[in-house]
């Protein structure tokens, strides 16, 4: 009935969205099987609606959580950036000996956890892949400092490098980036530098499953109680700690509504089964339909994170994300 799944890149593109892309067929069994697998393994830990802020904090430092121990990297140079009201805004960098550009890079983590020292390896090699210097901020979390808190932070640091990139890294070409919150305060941010100072020249942004619409787009209400990294009840214990019911009607606090007409290149990558799919496609369709050039990169069985797990389709995913950051710096 379905026949065999649709030939693609290695890297996800599709030239359209394919049905086939969507069916259980297209899903690779290492995928499959890993799935499962993590599955079982979520199972294991306490929920994350169950815990406060604090504790889930506190868990991923002790490495207790599907993503496993922290690894850090000697390379790795702390830093700062000065915020907009005089505070600090701590920084993490890898340096590109010859770069072609800087990467400001918003981690995830809902708004409410993350950091800067939870993601060296993947940073350290997307320096390297790309001969970009790799600026990854810590932004005021969650439900300390609401909604706007983070966005601001994000805002000061973009425009800090904006005026201090070439004679602090060598380059003031700049691509943001990151995943889920951090793709959602990339596309926030990017929004912010034109709206309000007028500022274009973003060589690019890379939105990895990103959370575009607070208001909880079809896919993420309709998820249910199955774990794969996220679900509905998950989600909303997380925009419960950023935003208002209110705000989360706001342009500024959900992307997907904004007038998103003069916007850089944008990759969008997503899997399948991540509750926040709906997200990816409606905001890459608005990004295109706005006159903005964007790539999609779908793989079939990706879970919420699914690039930082051992498996074939997040090769394909950090090599296509590698392949955009070094096309839309050489192209500047």
């Known amino acids: 009935m379905w026949g065999s799944p649709p030939t693609r890149r290695e890297d996800g593109y599709s030239p359209a969205m394919d049905h086939r892309l969507f069916h259980p067929s297209a899903v690779d069994p290492e995928t499959v099987a890993f799935n499962a697998e993590l599955e079982r393994t979520l199972a294991s830990f306490p929920a994350l609606v169950d815990s406060t802020p604090e ?6 430092e002790r490495g207790d959580s599907a993503f496993g121990p922290l690894v850090l990297s000697d390379r790795a140079e702390s830093g700062s950036i000065p915020s907009a009201d005089g505070r600090s805004i701590a920084t993490r960098v890898f340096r590109s000996h010859s770069p072609k550009g800087v990467y400001l890079h918003l981690h995830g983590g809902g708004w409410v956890l ?3 020292h939870h993601q060296d390896a993947r940073l350290e090699a997307l320096s390297d892949a790309c001969s970009v210097t790799v600026v990854s901020i810590d932004y005021r979390l969650a439900p300390e400092h609401r909604y706007p808190a983070p966005i601001d932070d994000c805002e000061a640091a973009a425009l800090w490098l904006i005026d201090h990139a070439r004679e602090e890294f060598g380059s003031n070409r700049i691509v943001v980036g990151g995943e889920s919150a951090g793709a959602h305060l990339s596309a926030a941010t990017t929004l912010r530098l034109r709206d309000r100072h007028g500022y274009t020249e973003l060589a690019g942004a890379n939105l990895v499953y990103g959370w575009y ?3 909880l787009s079809p896919s993420a209400r309709r998820w249910g109680d199955r ?5 509905t009840a998950t989600l909303d214990w997380f925009a419960g700690h950023f935003v208002t019911r209110e705000q989360r009607e706001h342009p500024d606090a959900s ?3 904004a007038d998103l007409s003069n916007l850089p290149p944008a990759l969008f990558t997503v899997g399948t089964l991540d509750p926040l799919l709906d997200d990816t496609l409606f905001m890459y369709q608005r990004w ?3 006159g903005n050039p964007a790539g999609l990169a779908l793989f079939p069985g990706g879970a919420h994170g699914f690039d930082a797990f051992p498996l074939r389709i ?4 950090l090599q296509g994300m590698y392949r955009f950051i070094s096309g839309v710096l050489d192209a500047g």
């Open 314 to 317: 997040a090769h394909a995913a």
């Open 227 to 231: 774990m794969l990294v996220l679900n």
């Open 288 to 290: 295109v339909a706005s």
């Open 114 to 116: 993350g950091a800067t």
């Open 55 to 60: 504790e889930a904090r506190a868990a991923r």
């Open 213 to 215: 619409d607070l208001r």
């Open 255 to 257: 992307p997907l509504l």
